[in-house]
């Protein structure tokens, strides 16, 4: 959670007291004027209130750090409520209310700045040419006495690629207050995938560029997932409720038991109904050890376990996920049992490191036919679910 920008402006001091009368060497100790007065000494005592404060520059970017006048009131419930209306048009046609914002607004993330509206207005109109960014506002939230701080998820796709990569950003930003005018003169972005969101961050750039390359997803349904983070490591994904047949596997890279689930989609059920083929194949381990083993088919969206046509075969079953949040890490090439252990064995202990609690077992995520797919431009993800999960 960010610090409030009014504490980190002005924090209290309490170790000594400046007055207001003249000070000269004469009438003070020989030690006080180089511990209080020299440049350094001074730097280094607000630095150490500030090394830990991620919005260090982020204070420099803001009308906030005046002293507003004392009966300068700010009503941020109003200008929380106009972000929750207002932020949801940033990429349509619509576009957000440029009047509620400073003419010299000051916009910053980790490889962009902007200093006035009609920048920051332009960058917008830019990434909706290039990315087509699909913008989701998680909350937004009164942090400070001239603050907001929002949290959000961006999904954009870079159309002038041939492969058309997906990019996913989530974080928070900063939202400064003016006080006099009562409108945002400031915004700064912090990703969550990245240390260093100074402008311009090598951080930022390469976070960008490693989002570049191609996973090859097949055309076909799957389930339905919101992306509520997105670190270094992994994606944290909000799965909606879907629909497997499924049936005993022995490894998680195996295909055993793949031709009975793909034999119930292609008709061999009650009613021989064929139904639609979708994406990924799923192996799913239960326990720790990762050695019980089933293998699932999704089926379409659609449908429910009470509309699909029942199983004629006692190996095979259908069942309902009913969703859950899920931590996510996405590689490619093919997948070893022994580089699946691998990716799980990291992506837990990821987990762990942030302060997430796993579930036991995981799924392996497989979106492509190996067949028919070059190995390094394959999709495959290691799924973990998560006891529980909170976005701050």
Not at 220 to 238: D, G
Not at 358 to 369: F, M, S
Request: glycine share 4%; hydrophobic share 35%; proline share 6%.
């Amino acid at each position: 959670m960010a610090a409030h920008l009014s504490d980190s402006i002005f924090p209290p001091v309490s170790d000594f007291h400046v007055s207001t009368r003249r000070l000269t060497s004469s009438k003070l100790p020989g030690n006080f004027l180089p511990r209080f007065t020299h440049s350094k000494y001074v730097k280094t005592a607000f630095d150490s209130r500030r090394q830990n404060l991620k919005l260090k520059w982020a204070l420099k970017l803001s009308l906030v750090e005046q002293i507003p006048p004392k009966s300068t009131t700010v009503d941020v419930n109003r200008l929380v409520e106009f972000l929750y209306e207002d932020l949801p048009h940033l990429f349509d046609d619509q576009g957000i209310d440029r009047t509620m914002y400073d003419e010299r607004v000051k916009f910053r993330d980790p490889i962009t700045k902007h200093d006035t509206i009609d920048g920051y207005l332009f960058n917008i109109s830019l990434l909706k040419i290039l990315f087509r960014p699909d913008f989701q506002l998680h909350y937004a939230r009164q942090t400070g006495p001239y603050e907001i701080t929002t949290r959000w998820t961006m999904v954009m796709v870079f159309m002038l690629l041939p492969w058309k990569p997906e990019l996913v950003f989530t974080g928070t930003s900063i939202m400064g207050i003016n006080p006099v005018t009562q409108k945002f003169c400031s915004h700064v972005d912090f990703w969550d995938s990245i240390e260093n969101n100074d402008y311009f961050s090598l951080e930022g750039l390469w976070d960008v560029m490693r989002q570049l390359r191609i996973y090859k997803t097949p055309d076909l349904e799957s389930p339905k997932y919101q992306i509520l983070k997105r670190t270094a490591n992994y994606e944290v994904r909000k799965y909606f409720p879907f629909v497997v047949v499924e049936t005993k596997g022995d490894k998680l890279s195996g295909s055993f038991g793949f031709n009975y689930v793909t034999g119930y989609i292609f008709g061999k059920n009650s009613s021989m109904e064929k139904i639609p083929m979708t994406t990924p194949v799923f192996t799913q381990a239960y326990d720790s050890e990762l050695s019980n083993i089933s293998i699932q088919v999704v089926l379409p969206l659609e449908r429910d376990v009470n509309s699909l046509p029942a199983t004629n075969q006692e190996e095979v079953s259908l069942r309902k996920f009913d969703g859950g949040i899920a931590a996510v890490s996405k590689f490619s090439g093919r997948p070893t049992e022994g580089l699946v252990h691998e990716k799980e064995k990291a992506l837990r202990s990821a987990l762990l490191t942030d302060g997430l609690i796993p579930k036991k077992g995981c799924l392996l995520a497989r979106y492509n036919d190996p067949g028919r797919t070059w190995s390094f431009i394959m999709r495959n993800e290691v799924l973990i679910w998560l006891e529980e999960f909170t976005l701050e």
